[in-house]
């Protein structure tokens, strides 16, 4: 998946070729170029650069002084990148692009993991992510400290609203869930979005799932229902939480908090990549 992503993004930038680079600069011209941080964070893509630049040019030599998950300011310098000044040139937006995203994801966690430190909540991410990048942003969120939640469609059944209303209600979407996994001997949890009292009443008697999801609870509610659930099950909370609030949710002892503006909305961070003349 790694290589389709980087693959299919150089067809995308390059296309018929880096004219601007190929007109005029020589076939054997060498250099080098320094990745620099212009904004303070948490640096993400490191690795992934690296892999990126060996993908198109394996003769492209990196060194590397600051790795994934450092915490950088403004003026750092990431790595050198030596070699081919046209492999450099071709590959530099998108090391640039992939860097700024994940680095701006990993970021926003580790600010938001900060605040929930000393509880013992975790901190998951969601499917609210770039299409066709899934891969680097659900990365970045681990180099950010934080939990990934299910990658897709495929790796958990989870229940939402949506799912529990064409079912024609919670018991009916549980029973045929749990029959589609015997039918398909999958080994994968069952997790149900709930919106009210009613609807997790509904979850724990009929029971079979591994996790309950708290749609748009407050932390008030929450703190009032979670001693009614049974410990067999996991509990989320999801659904308008903010680094404002974040706390509170943690403090009533939920399991896990998602939060989708982990990856749907995050500035990206600042860098450049620098040639260095005196190469």
């Known amino acids: 998946m790694l290589y389709d992503i980087i693959d299919n993004a150089l067809r995308e930038d ?12 020589p076939k054997n011209a060498q250099g080098s170029a320094r990745l620099i941080i212009k904004e303070d964070g948490v640096l993400a893509g490191v690795e992934l650069a690296q892999i990126i630049f060996h993908r198109f040019d394996p003769t492209l030599k990196i060194e590397v002084f600051l790795e994934d998950g450092a915490h950088v300011k403004k003026g750092d310098v ?45 901190l998951l991410d969601t499917r609210k992510t770039t299409p066709g ?38 018991e009916p979407a549980i029973v045929q869930a749990q029959q ?33 999801m708290l749609d748009n609870f407050s932390p008030e509610r929450i703190a009032a229902v979670l001693p009614t659930i049974p410990k067999e099950f996991e509990v989320e909370a999801s659904g308008g939480i903010t680094i404002d609030n974040i706390r509170a949710y943690a403090e009533t002892g939920v399991h896990f908090i998602s939060v989708g503006a982990l990856t749907h909305s995050v500035k990206s961070m600042d860098m450049s990549l620098k040639a260095s003349l005196e190469y």
Do not use: P
């Open 180 to 212: 589609y996994i015997q039918n398909h001997q999958l080994d994968i949890k069952i997790e149900v979005e709930v919106r009210n009292e009613k609807e997790l009443n509904e979850v724990i008697a009929v029971g079979g799932v591994q996790r309950i």
């Open 133 to 170: 990048i899934r891969y680097m942003e659900k990365w970045a969120v681990r180099i950010g400290g934080a939990v990934n939640h299910r990658f897709g469609l495929y790796d958990m059944i989870m229940l939402k609203d949506n799912h529990v209303d064409y079912a024609g209600g919670i």
């Open 14 to 25: 390059i296309g018929s070729g880096d004219h601007s680079t190929l007109s005029c600069v």
């Open 78 to 122: 990431a790595f050198v990148v030596e070699g081919s000044s046209r492999s450099i040139l071709t590959t530099e937006r998108l090391v640039l692009n992939f860097m700024q995203r994940m680095s701006g994801i990993a970021t926003q966690t580790a600010r938001i993991i900060e605040l929930i430190k000393d509880t013992n909540t975790q």
